[in-house]
């Protein structure tokens, strides 16, 4: 604030303010009582009071707060100022707008400064629901087998879970809606996917590559018995389940003449395979020389080839 005041008549007077000051006007003062003492030459005074209200109103602060979902930076401040006009602003983040857009939840502070100078501060916690993060825990102990327990992993609380959504469905061994452990049987590698919806219709997402490390063993006798005993009468190609089919099966005698062939049938089966005789007849003692293709339960196909002694 300031005082001007005017001394009549004009001459050479001296000042004494309440506050100190000694000369005729004083400029950039608070609010307040001042009382002046002015004295002329002659040694007369003349006392006058002057009262400095502060007609300044502090800004007031208000806000429409849009609350962030999902942990996502998707939340606003609406600040409301009056009065409205010629204000400057100062947000904790380092905007210098009226108005916060793109904000997470957390504690913002506003210094709003008006014309006059004068400043008001406010400070706003902004509410919202956190990001649901999922994750998948395989237990690979038995995955040899064909079987995954898949749990899952969340930063949320189960109450807080309105659906679970696992693929592919038919893999699954539990039909609730909600399930935080499923039991897959896997026969071949497997894309497995998960999406966790919670009650604020916050969605995560998770996934993984299953895949099986498959054993494929495949037996062929070295000799054979033809005898009409039943033991070991036949020669075939013997393997474990995970080799799907002879293709193909030849068998030759010593002089590169093929004795034998059958194809298309399956391991284990001593039926489709040979019995020792060529046209009806029974081969002698020999040793054989065979080819054979095999396919896997992986779709690849193998060849072996080797000797087999005949014995009767």
């Excluded at 008549?9 to 100190?20: D, E, F, K, R, T």
């Excluded at 002659?42 to 502090?58: A, R, V, W």
Aim: include cysteine; aromatic fraction near 10%; proline fraction near 5%.
């Amino acid at each position: 604030g300031a005082i001007d005041i005017t001394i009549s008549p004009a001459g050479g007077y001296s000042y004494l303010w309440s506050n100190g000051e000694t000369k005729e006007d004083l400029l950039n003062i608070p609010a307040g009582i001042y009382e002046v003492t002015v004295s002329d030459n002659f040694n007369c005074s003349l006392s006058e009071i002057f009262s400095i209200e502060n007609i300044s109103i502090l800004p007031t602060l208000s806000e429409l707060m849009t609350t962030p979902s999902c942990g996502e930076s998707n939340g606003g401040i609406d600040l409301i100022v009056n009065p409205p006009n010629g204000n400057q602003f100062q947000w904790s983040n380092g905007d210098i707008v009226e108005d916060l857009g793109n904000v997470s939840k957390g504690n913002y502070s506003v210094t709003v400064t008006d014309i006059n100078g004068c400043s008001a501060t406010g400070s706003f916690d902004m509410p919202g629901s956190n990001a649901v993060e999922v994750n998948i825990d395989a237990d690979l102990t038995a995955i040899n087998s064909g079987t995954v327990t898949c749990t899952l992993i969340l930063n949320v609380t189960p109450e807080s879970i309105s659906s679970i959504d696992w693929s592919p469905e038919e893999l699954f061994n539990c039909t609730e809606p909600i399930c935080f452990q499923q039991v897959f049987t896997l026969l071949e590698p497997t894309f497995i996917s998960v999406e966790v919806i919670d009650t604020n219709g916050c969605i995560g997402r998770a996934n993984m590559q299953l895949d099986i490390e498959k054993e494929f063993h495949v037996y062929i006798p070295n000799v054979f018995t033809p005898n009409g005993d039943t033991q070991n009468d036949m020669f075939t190609v013997y393997a474990n389940k995970e080799v799907r089919e002879v293709v193909r099966l030849e068998i030759f005698d010593r002089w590169g003449n093929c004795v034998f062939i059958n194809q298309s049938f399956p391991p284990n089966e001593p039926s489709y395979g040979w019995n020792g005789s060529f046209k009806g007849n029974k081969m002698n003692p020999d040793v054989f020389a065979y080819w054979t293709l095999v396919r896997y339960s992986n779709g690849e196909e193998h060849y072996f080839k080797g000797d087999v002694t005949l014995l009767r």
